[in-house]
């Protein structure tokens, strides 16, 4: 079974900050997703990567395949970057791919 | 391009009772989820479907829930009866093709609390 670890759980920084959110796996993957949740449920995918680096505007995702591990980066924090960042992993095994989920990190913004 | 449309997006029962939720995915995709997250949890996958077939249901408690996408295209998912410890926000997503790394698109889910 594969967990997934997501450190902090909780992170309040001031605007402006560089932040980063930390996700870890325990077995072999095939993809790891960024997700953004706000307030009230919606879910949108931020990335979808399997190796190396991705950016998007402010939002930098990095994964290190033989280290189990992947960052998210936000630069030059906002207060409307406050949210619940959910790092996922996917399987590609027989077509079964369903993410399998970290609990979370729950970040504010301050002005 | 239409999003993944869910309803009711808020529903209060009490325990013992039944319910059910519909997703429409985005068209043309053929790989619908659906996600249960309790509170303060990450969602955790209940069912797969690659067009009207299932592809994993190992986490679905059968003797409860059911769920179906009969054509293809949207889906139902049922609980009956129903436990305090289904309160949760079902998340319904939808894929191009399950079969190769594709981006979830979700939809923003029914609350469900049970009393």
């Known amino acids: 079974k594969n967990e997934v670890e997501q450190s902090p759980q909780n992170l309040t920084a001031q605007e402006g900050e560089f932040i980063t959110i930390n996700c870890s796996y325990s077995v072999g993957i095939s993809a790891l997703h960024w997700l953004q949740q706000h307030p009230g449920g919606g879910i949108v995918s931020l990335f979808m990567l399997s190796s190396g680096k991705k950016k998007h505007g402010r939002l930098i995702a990095t994964i290190n395949i033989q280290e189990k591990h992947s960052s998210l980066h936000i630069t030059a924090s906002h207060p409307r970057d406050s949210a619940v960042y959910i790092c996922?992993?996917?399987?590609?095994?027989?077509?079964?791919?369903?993410?399998?989920f970290g609990k979370g990190t729950h970040l504010i913004i301050q002005p | 391009e239409a999003g993944v449309a869910q309803s009711p997006r808020y529903k209060i029962i009490e325990k013992r009772q039944s319910v059910a939720f519909w997703c429409n995915p985005i068209s043309g995709h053929a790989t619908l989820y659906w996600y249960q997250q309790i509170l303060g949890q990450g969602p955790k996958l209940l069912i797969q479907f690659q067009n009207n077939g299932v592809v994993d249901d190992s986490q679905l408690p059968k003797d409860r829930f059911s769920a179906e996408r009969l054509k293809g295209v949207d889906s139902t998912l049922k609980i009956q009866p129903a436990k305090l410890e289904d309160s949760a926000v079902y998340l319904c997503a939808s894929s191009l093709d399950g079969f190769a790394n594709q981006p979830q698109h979700f939809g923003d889910g029914t609350r469900l609390s049970i009393l």
């Open positions: 996922a992993v996917q399987y590609s095994g027989g077509g079964a791919d369903g993410l399998t």
